[in-house]
């Protein structure tokens, strides 16, 4: 169980995290990588960073310096963050990622355990043991139902799909809940927002797809701040998103009722992500208190997510236009 957050407790982590800031990818180094003549190059720009030696990157080398990035940044938060609860909360995800794994692995009767993430909360290692001896003890409950459901899902229907919806829907409630916990307004606001952009993304891929409330139903995430009805209901009436979701993710549903007629599926993602940037940012006005932590996590995954774009787009030799159209905002 979470307990509730309090700044008072954040001041030493706060000046630590702020210092590792400064090492960070960021809106000048990300150009550097791009104008850089060769992949070679660019990816010196990392070695600034903490990630070592570049030298021998490929697709498969990049995703392993990622993964170990990773990892290495939740050890090192490990020893000092006050409330060990925070961190896990931002694990999630990669039990989720983990669960996917698993299940289709278990499916398709192949092993995929080199796609496990030791970044969760359990470690690889153990998440594949105890997986295969079906030991729901060592998981959470929201997350061991959610496994057994996909699973049975997958085994019924054939379709990974729906078996990943049922992971994701199971991973925002499990955040909103342990965020709850905690009694952090921003934390908790971060969730809600999250949901909302991910409802939004599935809904402009169901109208383009010419999806009905069924699908939606199935799909579509409660907790958010725009309820799940909303957005059906918008569907129904063939009412703009725009008009549903509002406030942070305004101009992201603008760009998302262009693209079901046509318009860039690029620019849309981009904007929903830029959303959950702005608002993560908004944390460098804190002094100190988990809030600053909270941000420079979310900030090292844009990061992540940052580099692996750069560098595949270096590597597929796309034009540096194209590589900073799809970066999103530091």
């Known amino acids: 169980m979470a307990k509730k957050l309090k700044s008072i407790d954040y001041p030493y982590i706060s000046a630590y995290v702020r210092a590792k800031e400064n090492k960070m990818l960021n809106s000048e180094r990300a ?83 080199d796609l496990l993430s030791d970044a969760g909360r359990y470690s690889a290692e153990n998440f594949s043991r105890e997986y295969y001896r079906e030991n729901s003890a060592l998981f959470s409950k929201i997350l061991s139902d959610a496994m057994a459901e996909a699973k049975d899902t997958l085994a019924r229907t054939s379709d990974p799909q729906l078996a990943d919806f049922i992971l994701d829907n199971a991973y925002y409630r499990e955040f909103v809940h342990l965020s709850e916990e905690t009694e952090n307004d921003f934390l908790i606001g971060y969730g809600r927002l999250m949901i909302d952009s991910s409802n939004l993304r599935t809904a402009v891929r169901a109208i383009r797809m010419k999806k009905g409330p069924e699908f939606l139903k199935n799909t579509l995430a409660n907790g958010g701040k ?49 959303a959950l940037n702005s608002y993560v940012r908004s944390a460098r006005l ?33 034009a540096d236009e194209t590589i900073r159209e799809r970066l999103r905002s530091f």
């Open 31 to 113: 150009e550097r990588m791009i104008n850089a003549k060769s992949v070679k190059d660019a990816v010196k720009v990392l070695e600034e960073c903490g990630y070592g030696d570049m030298s021998d990157v490929n697709a498969s080398r990049l995703n392993e310096k990622i993964s170990k990035k990773r990892a290495d940044v939740m050890k090192d938060l490990a020893f000092l963050v006050p409330d060990k609860e925070i961190l896990d909360i931002f694990r999630l995800k990669y039990d989720y990622h983990n669960a996917k794994v698993m299940i289709k692995s278990e499916a398709m009767k192949t092993d995929q355990t």
């Open 226 to 274: 725009v309820s799940v009805r909303s957005v059906i209901n918008a569907i129904s009436s063939k009412t703009p998103l725009s008009s549903v979701f509002t406030g942070q993710l305004k101009k992201s549903a603008e760009a998302g009722d262009e693209a079901v007629s046509g318009g860039s599926l690029t620019v849309f993602e981009k904007l929903c992500d830029d």
């Open 286 to 318: 804190v002094g100190f208190g988990p809030e600053v932590l909270m941000a420079y996590i979310c900030g090292m995954e844009n990061e992540f997510s940052a580099v692996r774009i750069i560098v595949t787009g270096k590597m597929a030799n796309l």
